[in-house]
């Protein structure tokens, strides 16, 4: 498998459920990322990671808990959501950060629903 | 001031017609230039990087970089309607140094 995958694809959970969003890329990447994007609104980014470690937290609230236990894999753990934490959540993966501005490649994305 | 900013549209082109879209960025530092194409329900794709003042054409893409008046636009010739979607415009470098700063996006609907 190439590219950078996701599961899952969708997701409807409940706002006092425990879920996980699963990452994994194949490109031999370094550096990892998650994005949530809402309906006409631009991407944000919520997390970064390089080389395994976390380099940005974009003032996520803590409901929100990502995991990197390696260069290839990107968890984002969630717990008592919102509804309005509905969205796409799209991660990506780029060359390691330190060394310009690299193009990052995004996966296909899990739609959340949060009732 | 926004950091990379786009108007949203929808901008609407005939099939076969030129489509332009714009994005200006506030950092004057900023090194490299980003343009990815969404479609709806979809991630986004990248289409074109440009780092150099001037023109990189890729097919019926052309990137047009204007650093002094941080400037960054699209052209896509010939444009189909496989080709609606939202356009990203990402900068990145100058103070953000790696981080990737993104647009709101412009919507593109091209009409056969």
């Known amino acids: 498998e190439t590219g950078v995958t996701q599961t899952p694809r969708h997701l409807v959970m409940g706002m006092t459920n425990k879920k996980s969003l699963k990452c994994e890329q194949h490109l031999g990447h370094n550096a990892m990322y998650w994005y949530k994007q809402s309906a006409k609104k631009p991407l944000e980014l919520m997390f970064v990671?390089?080389?395994?470690?976390?380099?940005e937290n974009n003032s996520v609230p803590s409901r929100f808990s990502p995991e990197c236990p390696n260069s290839s894999h990107l968890f984002l753990h969630l717990h008592t959501l919102q509804p309005e934490d509905s969205a796409l959540y799209l991660c990506?993966?780029?060359?390691?950060?330190?060394?310009?501005?690299?193009?990052?490649?995004f996966g296909p994305g899990t739609r959340l629903l949060v009732l | 001031q926004k950091e990379v900013e786009q108007n949203s549209g929808p901008l609407s082109v005939p099939e076969g017609a030129i489509a332009s879209l714009n994005c200006t960025y506030s950092d004057r530092g900023s090194q490299s230039f980003f343009w990815y194409r969404q479609y709806s329900g979809k991630s986004p794709e990248l289409i074109m990087f440009?780092?150099?003042?001037g023109d990189k054409e890729d097919g019926r893409f052309t990137a047009q970089l204007n650093k002094a008046s941080q400037y960054v636009s699209l052209l896509i010739r010939d444009s189909q309607p496989s080709d609606s979607a939202t356009y990203l415009c990402?900068?990145?470098?100058?103070?953000?140094?790696?981080?990737?700063?993104f647009g709101p996006g412009t919507s593109l609907s091209v009409i056969p």
């Open positions: 990671y390089n080389f395994k470690e976390q380099t």
């Open positions: 990506a993966s780029s060359q390691p950060l330190g060394a310009g501005a690299q193009t990052q490649y």
């Open positions: 990402a900068v990145s470098g100058g103070t953000s140094y790696d981080k990737v700063i």
């Open positions: 440009i780092y150099s003042n």
